[in-house]
């Protein structure tokens, strides 16, 4: 395991999460346990699903088949906006824990506010319970702007220890960051990358060039200078080693600020405002 992959941050309630880990977004279920399994082997110990995904199953079998003690894979799963609301959102993290094949996660995260639903609030306080119980690790939330974070800090009993948001050099959300730290969020970069299109962004490539790496290695050591927890997707046991290859990449104050400067605002996904989407399929 490279001494990136033993890289860890402690969240703001103690929960110690590995800080480099391997997003499964659009992983096929039929691959997922595979996928998850190489890496595993490659030294991950940080996994990052989603009902939303319908890849739990797989995530979770790698898991358990890897023979890794539980408490050294930190595991990360979403819930679906089909599935907000008080009680549906208690049922829905049991399914989830039931398709890993796990008692329990170690990060549950709203997935999206939806806030055409209206439910956000109810479901954040049912994932209050959840942790209270002491039936999940942790909670937190995803794709939350900074309107719904302050909102949250009006009646939550804690506020989230992470929010997963889209963060990459084109798109990083500044006030959402800002957000963040005034509340004691800490953010996950999903996307880090910008899905491979700002890897090949001049300055980044010019970087890259530089220091003898390659871009995506550049990038990701971006992200982890500035704290935060990153889930770049691979499906290939190579490409997982290199972003995890790490260790002698060193950025100069000069590559983080051009860096900084390649912000478009431009995002990828889905508006936190309007996305809707049920999830459920």
């Not at 806030?115 to 002491?134: H, I």
């Not at 970087?207 to 990038?219: F, H, K, R, Y």
Request: proline share 5%.
């Amino acid at each position: 395991m490279t001494a990136t992959l033993r890289r860890t941050r402690t969240l703001r309630d103690g929960t110690v999460v590995p800080q480099l880990g391997l997003g499964v977004f659009q992983v096929p279920s039929a691959e997922a346990q595979q996928v998850v399994e190489e890496a595993l082997a490659a030294g991950y110990r940080h996994i990052d699903t989603a009902a939303a995904y319908v890849n739990e199953e797989g995530a979770g079998a790698a898991v358990r088949a890897s023979g890794l003690p539980r408490d050294e894979v930190f595991v990360t799963s979403k819930l679906r906006n089909g599935d907000q609301g008080y009680d549906r959102a208690l049922r829905a993290y049991d399914e989830t824990c039931e398709r890993l094949g796990l008692d329990r996660v170690d990060l549950y995260l709203v997935h999206w506010p939806n806030p055409s639903a209206g439910l956000w609030q109810d479901t954040w306080r049912a994932l209050e319970r959840l942790r209270d119980e002491g039936r999940v690790g942790a909670v937190g939330v995803s794709n939350f702007l900074a309107e719904h974070l302050d909102e949250l800090a009006t009646f939550a009993d804690q506020m989230p220890v992470v929010n997963q948001i889209e963060l990459h050099p084109t798109f990083q959300q500044p006030d959402v960051v800002a957000a963040c730290r005034e509340h004691g969020v800490a953010v996950e970069a999903y996307s880090p990358l910008g899905q491979g299109a700002d890897l090949q962004h001049p300055d980044v490539t010019a970087i890259a060039a530089e220091l003898g790496v390659t871009p995506a290695q550049v990038v990701l050591r971006w992200h982890l200078d500035q704290g935060r927890l990153v889930i770049p997707k691979s499906v290939s046991p190579a490409r997982m080693r290199e972003n995890a290859s790490l260790d002698g990449v060193e950025l100069t104050p000069a590559h983080r600020a051009a860096i900084d400067a390649l912000d478009t605002a431009a995002r990828i996904g889905g508006d936190p405002r309007t996305f809707s989407i049920s999830q459920i399929r």
